[in-house]
């Protein structure tokens, strides 16, 4: 248990009531190990967003069971899952969510001051991180004078800012470019790599497979494991093959 960042167990999760509801989630299970780099694919509307925002606290499952970093989630109250993702958890959306009328620099600074870092300390951790990727020459402008890779990229340093032991990105390249989607890609996640932080990606770009350790595939409402990019041949192997006894393992 200890080796593993989250724990998902039977989680089922539907929307709607009566003949309307939709069972979007069915005993999904996934195990992520601590430091592991995993993506979430799937089809439009297979529940990849759901699940993300279950994994990430922001969502409560409606049967299920949720470890992250060892504690139960479903044990806490709401204010104490607050206080937990904030403490722990860091996220990136397709986006950016950055705030308009502040620079590159004050949209980071913002996040670490209301977390309680004095101005100078914000500062110099903001600009150290714009820096590794790549935006010095940028820090002052604002989100519309940014390009939209640009953007992106501050919202990766907004993310990694607070340092969280489990970054959750969904669909991060999906507003850019090949080449921007890549660039991002690589810088996320080597900053992700060098400080051992554990990574979960919703994303439907195949070109930025090769980033992953593991693609878990999305399907009826469960989740199937393909271990490397390029091995989604697997998904058609009988379920029980598919199962692994370690600590990366989807238990669906
Ligand atoms: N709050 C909600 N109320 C009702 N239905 C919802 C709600 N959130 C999601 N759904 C439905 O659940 C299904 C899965 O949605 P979800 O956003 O998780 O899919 P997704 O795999 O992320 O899709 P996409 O790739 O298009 O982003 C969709 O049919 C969606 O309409
Ligand atoms: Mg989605």
């Not at 992520?32 to 529940?47: D, Q, R």
């Not at 660039?183 to 439907?204: E, P």
Request: net charge positive; charged share 15%.
């Amino acid at each position: 248990m200890s080796s593993l960042s989250i724990l998902a167990c039977g989680v089922h999760k539907s929307f709607g009531t009566g003949a309307q509801r939709t069972h979007i989630l069915k005993s999904a299970g996934l195990g992520i190990a601590a430091g592991e780099i995993v993506f979430l694919a799937g089809p439009s509307g297979s529940g990849k967003t759901t699940l993300l925002s279950i994994l990430g606290c922001l969502l409560t499952p409606d049967e299920g069971g949720l470890h992250v970093l060892g504690h139960d989630v479903g044990a806490l109250n709401h204010a104490q899952r607050t206080a937990f993702r904030c403490q722990y958890l860091g996220f990136i959306f397709q986006t950016f969510n950055l705030f308009p009328t502040l620079s590159a620099l004050d949209n980071i600074a913002l996040s670490l001051v209301m977390r309680g870092l004095s101005a100078p300390q914000a500062n110099a951790r903001s600009l150290a991180l714009l820096e590794q990727l790549g935006l010095q020459q940028r820090v002052h402008l604002r989100p519309a004078q940014l390009s939209t890779g640009e953007c992106q990229r501050v919202a990766v340093a907004r993310a990694l800012a607070n340092e969280p032991a489990i970054l959750l990105a969904d669909e991060p390249t999906a507003s850019l470019d090949g080449e921007n989607g890549q660039l991002v890609l690589q810088l996320l996640t080597d900053l992700v790599r060098q400080r051992g932080m554990t990574l979960v990606v919703v994303t439907h770009d195949h070109r930025i497979f090769p980033f992953a350790d593991r693609i878990v595939h999305l399907e009826n409402g469960r989740l199937i494991r393909a271990s490397k990019p390029g091995d989604l041949a697997n998904l058609s192997t009988p379920k029980e093959q598919r199962h692994e006894r370690n600590g990366a393992t989807v238990c669906g």
